[in-house]
Every structure is written in C-alpha cells, then in structure tokens.
C-alpha cells in the first residue's frame, strides 16, 4: 500500500447568515493544519522523502442549506482558501530543507448540521489543495528525485459549533 499525506488541524470561523431563513450563510474562516509524511525504501536501505508542514490559511465559504427537520439541515459547502505553507523536508538526504509557500485551493464538501447541544457539523468532500507545488518550487537543483504526488483530494471535516 502506497503511503499517503496525512493531516489534521483547528478551523475558527464565523458564520453570517443574510436572511432570516437558514438557507444560505456565508463564513469567513482561518486555519492551522499540520501535514506528515514518510516514504520509506527498505529495501535499498535509502535516505527517505519526508516532511513536517504546517500550514496557514484564511478563506472564505458560502453555505447553502436544505432543512430536512428542525435538528437536521444538509448543507453544500464552497471553501475559498490561500494558504500560507511553511516546515521542513528532507528530499532523500539527512539534511532539511526549510520549507515555504502560497497556495491558492478550492474545497467543495456535502454535509450535514445537527442542531442539538452541542451544534455539530459533519462534511465530507474534495479539495485542490495539492504540496507538490511548494515542495517541487523548494527541491533543491542538485536533487533531481522524483516523490509521491503530495495532493490532498478527499477532506473531511467534524466541527462543533457555539454561537457567540
């Protein structure tokens, strides 16, 4: 099985809705994640492409809501995100390389809320956000090795909600 990135991480955001109806809402939401990687080559007994980065991101996300009872809402998310990358990677050496970037992404997510104490919010989705970009822009040029595709596509996300 080939080893994929992996991440988690905190999102804070504050969610407006326009019109007395719930919906559509719009969020303006920020974010610190933390992506871990580790190829290992055992056979070859090889130095290995690794890497620690944490990730920096503010965005904005229009909601739109279906109402299926008064506890439960489906909802289809749009997420709007620049990202600020930054950590280090070790490119098949024991040295690091620091690590940094901008990265423009776009997530779409189907989900539902479920209104009872605490507010959960439960989606799933896909994301553009890719690190092959950062991580190619800052492969040092005496290193001509190939790694792993670094995209991250399926997200999935369980919040919890309190109203200020």
């Known amino acids: 099985m080939e080893p994929y990135p992996a991440g988690g991480g905190i999102n804070l955001g504050y969610e ?96 539902a809320r479920i209104k009872k104490s605490p507010e959960t919010l439960i989606t799933v989705g896909y994301s553009t956000f890719n690190l092959d970009n950062v991580l190619l822009r800052n492969n040092p040029e005496n290193n001509g090795s190939e790694f792993p595709s670094q995209k991250l596509e399926i997200v999935g996300t369980v919040a919890f909600i309190f109203p200020f």
Request: with cysteine; net charge positive.
């Open 16 to 111: 407006y809705f326009p019109l007395r109806q719930d919906f559509i809402s719009f969020e303006l939401r920020t974010k610190c994640h933390l992506y871990i990687y580790r190829e290992e080559n055992w056979e070859y007994k090889t130095n290995d492409f690794r890497y620690s980065l944490f990730s920096y991101d503010i965005g904005f996300v229009p909601k739109f809501y279906l109402k299926l009872s008064e506890k439960v809402n489906l909802l289809l998310e749009n997420d709007f995100s620049y990202a600020y990358i930054s950590g280090k990677t070790y490119y098949y050496t024991a040295n690091y390389h620091k690590t940094n970037g901008f990265q423009f992404y776009y997530s779409i997510s189907l989900g």
